[in-house]
């Protein structure tokens, strides 16, 4: 993946209070000062949770498990409601489609990266990787060659390998977690010849293991930050130490 780099603008206001030159008897003044850093407070805290609020707003695609697209019945469940959430369990390895959201191009451009979030039930012990067709050469199978066959002739389209994107470390925790993944430009194609057809793009989750039955709820898509590249490396040393120890055991 290519470096990026973010810019991020902050803006602060600054107010200084004296007190030195307030009477200990003038509780008026006092209060009043009190009840201005208290709304100050109020706002402040109002101001945060809306920007938290909005981090959702700030995505390019939106997708509920309901509408996803190139849902195969034998690779992913029918939609049920689990904790409250639609939902669709996958089982250990799945293709789904979204539209191109970059436009109309067959790529993004050039040095684009983004990142694929996904929001999943965390039931597995095992990583899952997630891949995208990005009609590189230099791509890992993802697939047998079986299915590979049968979604070829299905589809009567010739299906190039995918390439991994990033692994999650399943905890087997049973919350529900966000998978961020970033994708950069040269992963992504959705022009003439990709398995899903004009303007679409072509994604797989496997989970490691032979474990299935992931919960997906919805997924998006928003431009990568310099915090994802921090979260990546992280995880990324999270599930490389966790293969270590389960070929030590």
Known sequence: ?????????????????????????????????????????LLTLISCNSEKHSSSDSSLLKVS?????GVNQEQWSDVKEIDGKKARTLRNRALFILPAW???????????VYVLEIDYKDVVSSPFIVSSFGNCENSV????AEHKAAYESEVGLEINNLSELHRISGELTSEWKTAKIPVSWDYLYAGEGNPGGMGKQV??????GG???????EMRVRKATKEDEVRY?????AWIKKSQQIGRA
Not at 65 to 69: G, M, V, Y
Not at 102 to 112: F, H, I, L, V
């Open 65 to 69: 498990i309901e509408n996803l697209e």
């Open 141 to 144: 199978q993802f697939i047998s």
């Open 1 to 41: 993946m290519k470096k990026y780099e973010c810019i991020v603008f902050l803006s602060a206001v600054r107010k200084n209070l004296n007190w030195s030159r307030m009477d200990i008897n003038n509780s008026v003044v006092r209060k009043t000062a009190l009840d201005f850093l208290i709304v100050v407070g």
């Open 102 to 112: 970059w436009g109309n191009s067959a790529r993004p451009n050039e040095g684009e």
């Open 233 to 237: 490396n992280d995880e990324t040393r």
């Open 211 to 217: 474990e299935g039955n992931l919960p997906i709820s």
């Open 203 to 208: 994604f797989s989750i496997h989970l490691i």
